[in-house]
């Protein structure tokens, strides 16, 4: 159901219902794992080691973290960013499966590959995430502003966010981070959707014709595998991503320890090396890749189970 497939028995959907299916799997899978995402985003940002040996760090673990979150801020904090991540998954599901779905669909119809095949699926899947990237960038940086802050809080509300960003900092600042997001998400989403499609294809191939029936987990575990696996390939690019956006934002991030700036993704990545190490460039890995596996999992699971359900509702109505 992913990608164009012209022998697909769900292929009498919309491109508008592709679309819907692509907002509502984002939107149902942000509300689920925004704590993971929030600590992982705390991890991302912090100088210090994620040592229990450093007494300097704020967080040095993910269960650690959490109780430091719950009992500092209250519940509500692992949802800190909620309303601008929920506009980002819903842009962002909505335009990288329809430009999916629109270049998969290209490439059939010009007969020049196999519009299945696990290297068409890398570069349409790495080309349609960039399109979405561009599309929902500024509400990106206005998410990871407001997982970032501490208390007293610097921004209320979004509108204030937006406001005194664009005052303090120009209306660049809503493309802070944008480089190294363009450069690590074609392939990171490149390889979600093709080890998806190569994941499926094994699972085929392994698992029994009697062990078939349930579709829906197949989609799941194959779509955990594929968020791992691209995940951990192209994680250090997200923590620049990360430490880029909240330039500016220092005075914010006082209270969680010590503060850096970067003149730019070279910059950044020379900082990280010089004061962390090798190991600095995989901080908020292990939640991170928790996130990837729900995170992925889930979005391919919601979406192929929206794409079935409208094309069940069409063969019900006609």
């Known amino acids: 159901m992913v990608g164009y497939d012209l022998r697909a028995d769900g292929r009498n959907i919309s491109k508008f219902e592709v679309a819907v299916a692509g907002s509502v799997s984002g939107l149902v899978t942000r509300a689920l794992v925004s704590p993971l995402d929030v600590i992982k985003i705390r991890f991302q940002l912090q100088i210090e080691r994620l040592s229990r040996s450093d007494p300097s760090a704020k967080y040095h673990g993910i269960l650690q973290a959490g109780r430091q979150i719950l009992q500092e801020e209250g519940p509500a904090a692992f949802w800190k960013g909620h309303i601008p991540a929920q506009l980002l998954s819903i842009?962002?599901?909505?335009?990288?499966?329809?430009?999916?779905?629109?270049?998969?669909e290209l490439v059939h119809r010009a007969s020049v590959y196999d519009a299945r095949d696990v290297s068409v699926h890398f570069v349409c899947g790495g080309l349609s995430a960039c399109a979405a990237t561009l599309a929902v960038h500024p509400v990106d940086v206005l998410r990871t502003r407001f997982a970032a802050q501490g208390e007293?809080?610097?921004y209320k509300t979004l509108r204030d966010a937006v406001v005194t960003m664009y005052r303090t900092e120009g209306p660049l600042v809503f493309y802070k981070g944008l480089n190294p997001t363009l450069i690590a998400i074609f392939p990171y989403a490149g390889f979600q959707f093709s080890f998806y499609s190569s994941l499926k294809q094994v699972y085929e191939w392994a698992v029994p014709a009697e062990g078939k029936t349930n579709g829906n987990l197949k989609n799941l575990l194959c779509g955990s595998g594929a968020g791992v696996i691209s995940k951990t390939l192209t994680y250090p690019l997200d923590l620049f991503k990360k430490r880029l956006q909240v330039g500016g934002f220092e005075q914010a991030r006082a209270t969680f320890g010590q503060v850096r700036s970067y003149r730019g993704l070279l910059d950044c990545a020379k900082q990280v090396l010089q004061e962390e190490g090798s190991r600095g460039f995989f901080k908020g890995l292990s939640p991170s890749l928790l996130k990837a596996a729900l995170s992925t999992g889930l979005v391919f699971f919601?979406?192929?189970l929206f794409c079935n359900l409208f094309h069940h509702m069409k063969k019900a109505d006609s």
């Open 302 to 304: 919601w979406y192929e």
């Open 91 to 104: 842009g962002y599901g909505a335009v990288q499966f329809l430009s999916f779905e629109l270049l998969t």
């Open 152 to 154: 007293p809080k610097i």
